[in-house]
């Protein structure tokens, strides 16, 4: 199995205690997302509750596939308050 890359920002940073890791590649967001929570508990489950999953740069909504590019880059956003 190949890796991504995950990088957290604000809120998911901290619930993840860094900014960036390696993670084995799932096949699905929908587990990427199950193993974010595994791992890191409520904090990240109230984030993932209201962020967002940018795929490459590209903002993902569906829980499929992550595709299948080689080097894959995974931000973990918390929502942004606006003003």
């Not at 199950?34 to 569906?62: C, K, T, W």
Request: proline share 5%; with cysteine.
């Amino acid at each position: 199995m190949s890796k991504i890359t995950i990088r957290y920002f604000a809120a998911a940073a901290a619930a993840a205690g860094c900014e960036q890791e390696s993670w084995e590649r799932p096949e699905t967001l929908a587990a990427l997302r199950s193993e974010l929570i595994d791992s890191y508990g409520p904090e990240m489950a109230q984030v993932l509750r209201a962020g967002s999953f940018l795929i490459n740069g590209v903002v993902r909504r569906d829980a499929g596939e992550l595709g299948t590019a080689e080097d894959l880059t995974v931000d973990v956003l918390p929502p942004f308050a606006g003003g």
